[in-house]
């Protein structure tokens, strides 16, 4: 069975940092893409970032580009999102998904998806 | 304002069908694949259809996806009062190089 839990959400000031983490098991990690997708309060699924099994292929969200990075070490079958100059709009619930693959021309859409991690932004 | 346009609601009485609109355009839609999910709010999406119009291993039949030029639609037959909850489409967008979604569907089974 496919299992993802998100961790390391929390409160923090506007421009500040926070560092995601997202623990898989329950299938080859290393063979399959991953993503990072937010929801805020009472609001839609936005799209975050993409990264490829292998790291070749990494895509963000015009509104974290710059901001945030998406990384992931294969070992310890573990996806992280860095978040650093944090505002008030990156508010949101932050899930880890799988999806199937990347290329350089675009990844495939999650399948599966943890039960996310709360990230609070707020003076 | 989504990428991707679906109605913010639809209602049905149980038993009967009804049906979920997603429109895009030739970047998403149009020449990518569509995924449906179902949302229960504050919980994780659970994926629906995929590819368009495929069923996951253990996903009702139920539930049934087409595809027609730059819109897509979720079907859904036998309306019971657990489906009552949120749907939303995604679409890899090839212009934005990312992931588009819906902005959501709130199901009502009268």
């Known amino acids: 069975e496919v299992q993802l839990a998100e961790s390391g959400g929390g409160l923090v000031k506007p421009g500040e940092s926070l560092r995601l983490s997202c623990a898989a098991s329950?299938?080859?990690?290393?063979?399959?893409?991953m993503t990072w997708v937010r929801q805020a309060p009472g609001k839609g699924l936005e799209w975050v970032s993409s990264?490829?099994?292998?790291?070749?292929?990494?895509y963000y969200a015009d509104s974290v580009k710059g901001r945030f990075t998406i990384s992931r070490d294969n070992a310890k079958t573990s996806l992280f999102l860095q978040m650093n100059s944090l505002r008030a709009e990156d508010t949101a619930i932050y899930f880890c998904?799988?999806?199937?693959?990347?290329?350089?021309?675009?990844?495939?859409?999650?399948?599966?998806w943890g039960q996310g991690t709360l990230v609070t932004v707020s003076s | 304002q989504s990428v991707l346009t679906q109605p913010p609601s639809v209602s049905e009485a149980p038993g009967q069908r009804v049906t979920i609109s997603c429109s895009g355009s030739?970047?998403?839609?149009?020449?990518?694949?569509v995924n449906w999910y179902q949302q229960v709010p504050g919980k994780a999406p659970k994926l629906l259809i995929y590819s368009d119009d495929r069923l996951p291993s253990g996903v009702s039949d139920r539930f049934s996806g087409s595809k027609s030029g730059t819109s897509a639609s979720l079907a859904i037959r036998g309306l019971q009062s657990d489906d009552e909850t949120d749907y939303y489409c995604?679409?890899?967008?090839?212009?934005?190089?990312?992931?588009?979604f819906g902005g959501g569907t709130k199901l009502t089974v009268l």
């Open positions: 990264i490829s099994s292998s790291n070749a292929y990494i």
């Open positions: 998904a799988r999806d199937r693959g990347c290329t350089s021309t675009g990844c495939a859409l999650p399948d599966s």
């Open positions: 995604a679409a890899w967008d090839d212009s934005l190089n990312g992931v588009v």
């Open positions: 329950g299938f080859p990690f290393s063979t399959y893409s």
């Open positions: 030739t970047s998403n839609i149009g020449n990518n694949g």
